[in-house]
Nanobody, 125 residues
Framework: QVQLVESGGGLVQAGGSLRLSCAASGRTFSNYAMGWFRQAPGKERETVARISRNGGIIAYADSVKGRFTISRDNAKNTVALQMNSLKPEDTAVYYC??????????????????WGQGTQVTVSS
């Protein structure tokens, strides 16, 4: 299995930027499709973005398109989420997750087998 550790969360004003990073250890990182997810208090976990094993396929939730960018570095076993133009509604705990499954819909949190502990992002208005 793979172990995941997120970093980079914090408090930022609306309109600001943060860069989240997720470091993976364990099995071969390039075997895993990766995703970023978030969960706000009282809400269900939602998908933010996903990236394929070689980085060639990327998808975003409509709510973050044009503001967030997901990327991965298979040589460094990391996946990142660059978040720009942050809004108060982006406030949540952000998680990275990995899956070695071959599925149709990589935007579903249910297909991800391994999860990090999460990092808090708070955007003040």
């Amino acid at each position: 299995q793979v172990q995941l550790v997120e970093s980079g969360g914090g408090l930022v004003q609306a309109g600001g930027s943060l860069r989240l990073s997720c470091a993976a250890s364990g099995r071969t990182f390039s075997n895993y499709a990766m995703g970023w997810f978030r969960q706000a208090p009282g809400k269900e976990r939602e998908t933010v973005a996903r990236i394929s094993r070689n980085g060639g396929i990327i998808a975003y939730a409509d709510s973050v398109k044009g503001r967030f960018t997901i990327s991965r570095d298979n040589a460094k076993n990391t996946v990142a989420l660059q978040m720009n133009s942050l809004k108060p509604e982006d406030t949540a705990v952000y998680y990275c997750a990995a899956t070695d499954l071959v599925v149709i819909n990589y935007m579903s949190p249910n297909v991800y087998k391994y999860w990090g502990q999460g990092t808090q992002v708070t955007v003040s208005s």
